[in-house]
């Protein structure tokens, strides 16, 4: 993959005032706004996901990132940094993100446009340029995104293919925002290793809901109901593991018919991406007492809720990326954080009910929410990372520009003679008449 021409117009856009690429983004804002149907009717028609969906999960997400974004680029100016003790008197540090350069972006086509926009808008606003290599089931609406920017000025390109190009991009680019399954993720951060060059990874999810005792059965519900169905259940953060007390299944199991029983075929749900998808979904349904849904006509598979008595299964323990919600009763509140917590991934979990946020920082997830669950992926200034097998690094908010830039301290010397230097005579005098702060920075 040949960088030459796109590596000097990094230099160009780099050049520019941080003003002025912001104001590039807000273009692109207003862009992306009157286009928002084209984009919705873009993505359906490459994924089958609901133009509502489209809009509220991708489109009008991908406005609030560049607000976001706006916000927090006071992250990129130069900061000061305070030196203490007399011993560094004279003297002033300064530092400054710089961009990487080029910066690779591969991404899945479960969100198709907000995904690859925060990799992309990030990796600019930072001053990088920036090369998009889009899911190879996604590869229009990847395309169209790069267009927008393209039509004013900003250093993108788009590369389009499966694997083969992915891997090509990760062996020249100079960082790789990397969002997509564990497998690929591990490869790919097992070569920017071996090339010393950063790597975010978003990756997968199993995520688990607790309903504490006396929570309002309802209000989860729909919480559930919404968490392990939208977008065909096709979303990272999905809810796919609900534990409930042993004492209030018959209650759960009768609101969630009722509730999904309210859900209508292509208002409420549509149809899942591929066949291998939906394949792997039906498998894990069959595996516990099917409560609602099950049936399958096309790629199109109804919300499905099991009850499950154990949690051996894989409908239990693996990633299912699908429209299933597995519950299971639990007997103690301890026993529901245990199981929660034992799972090889660590996106997001949610807990629900009286007494949830003393409980909450027990869960082992980049994000736990109360009360609701899901959703925070399209809250741009909260950050977004993935512990144990669902990611490595951070993106949104200022946390994000990390992955995209180098830190360059500059510190300068204005005072006549540095303490350390030779010759040591007259050290321990040196100490004794005030080098108590240069002492407590070498022992801390
Ligand atoms: P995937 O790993 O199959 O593909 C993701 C991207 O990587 C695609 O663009 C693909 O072409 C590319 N790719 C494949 N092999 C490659 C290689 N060897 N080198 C470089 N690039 C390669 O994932 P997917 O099926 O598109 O996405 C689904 C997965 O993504 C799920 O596991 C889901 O949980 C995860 N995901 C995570 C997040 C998050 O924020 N943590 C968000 C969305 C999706």
Known sequence: M??????????????????????????????????????????????????????????????????????????????????????????????QSVPVGVVGVISPWNYPLQIPAAGVLTALLAGNAVVL?????????GAWLVDQLHALGAPVECVQGAGAEGAALVETADAILFTG???????????????????LLELGGKDPLIALPYADVAKVVRGAVWGAFANAGQSCASVERMLVPKEELGLYEKEIIR?????KKGEDWGPMIDEIGMQRALEHSKQGRLLIGGAVEGLWMEPTAIVLDNATSSAWN????????PILAYDNVESAIALANTNSFGLTA?????????????????????????????????????????????????????????????????????????????????MAAGMAGFLSLIHI
């Open 2 to 95: 040949d960088l030459t021409k796109l590596r000097a117009a990094q230099t160009i856009w780099a050049a520019r005032p941080l003003k002025e690429r912001g104001e590039v983004l807000c273009q692109f804002k207003r862009r992306v706004y009157e286009r928002a149907q084209e984009a919705a009717e873009l993505i359906n028609s490459e994924s089958g996901k609901l133009i509502a969906e489209a809009k509220l999960m991708d489109v009008y997400p991908t406005l609030g990132l560049v607000d976001s974004l706006i916000a927090n680029a006071g992250a990129l100016k130069r900061q000061k940094v305070k030196l203490p003790g007399i011993a560094f008197a004279g003297r002033s540090s300064t530092v």
């Open 133 to 141: 290599k889009p899911s190879e089931k996604t590869p229009k609406i």
């Open 318 to 325: 693996e990633e299912t990326f699908g429209p299933l919600l």
């Open 181 to 199: 399954s564990v497998a690929t993720g591990t490869a790919i951060g097992r070569r920017c290793g071996e090339r010393l060059i950063p790597c």
């Open 259 to 263: 509730q999904v029983s309210l859900l």
């Open 350 to 430: 949610s807990i629900w009910g009286p007494g949830a946020e003393k409980l909450a920082p027990r869960l082992e997830a980049g994000t736990v929410t109360i009360n609701d669950c899901v959703y925070t992926a399209g809250a741009p200034d909260t950050p977004w990372t993935g512990w144990k097998q669902s990611g490595l690094g951070v993106s949104h908010g200022a946390w994000g520009f990390q992955a995209v830039t180098k830190l360059q301290h500059i510190n300068t010397q204005k005072a006549q003679h540095s303490p350390w230097q030779y010759p040591y005579e007259g050290l321990d005098e040196f």
